[in-house]
């Protein structure tokens, strides 16, 4: 039988989920790593998929939101799959941010389960490596394109791929400001300028 709450090395926030779950390299993700979320974030996925309209306009942001979300929760709800689990947040928490607060909890309390956290809120991602290091254990907290660069650590996709893809996600997600920019680069040590427009790199 699946172990359903075990817990693997990355844990993503639904953010992050419906942003890698919207490219191309989304089926080789699937393949190739185990991830985990919280029960908070597989329920604000849900809301997603029942609140925005699977027919709205194609580029619209409700589109990307519920195709995303949509293809994000088909992995975890799927019982046979043991390389999708999710954690229980206890005690839950509520509110706009209540996925990112959700994911910071779950490293409180099993910093030692946890080699990435995949979120896009900056603020959130240094207060998770303040977690990190206050319990003296291994891990850092990423933006969600740095799930896409593991695939290219793992030679599972070419450099030029990878860097359309991350082009792709950032123009999805529309990521596009300075501040964007410069977080989601943080921790990828790959130069793609030879396949993206400046405006799309640090």
Known sequence: MVDRDSRHPVIADSDALISVANTSLWPCIKDNF??????????????????????????????????????????????????????????????????????????EQYPEKYTFAVLMDQAGRYSINRVFDERDAYGVAVAPPYLLYLLHKKEKCSKANFCQVCGELL????????????????????????????????
């Open 34 to 107: 185990n991830l985990t979320t919280t029960n908070v974030c597989q329920q604000e996925l849900n809301r997603h998929v029942k609140e925005k309209s699977e027919y709205a306009r194609e580029g619209s942001r409700e589109k990307w939101v519920h195709d995303g979300s949509k293809a994000a929760l088909k992995p975890f709800e799927d019982e046979s799959n043991p390389s999708f689990t999710i954690a229980t947040s206890v005690p839950r928490p509520h509110g706009s941010d209540a996925g990112e607060i959700s994911i910071k909890q779950e490293i």
């Open 171 to 202: 123009e999805g997600e529309g990521w596009t400001s300075y501040e964007s920019i410069q977080a989601v680069w943080e921790e990828i040590p790959v130069d793609c300028s030879d396949y993206l427009s400046s405006d799309l790199l640090p």
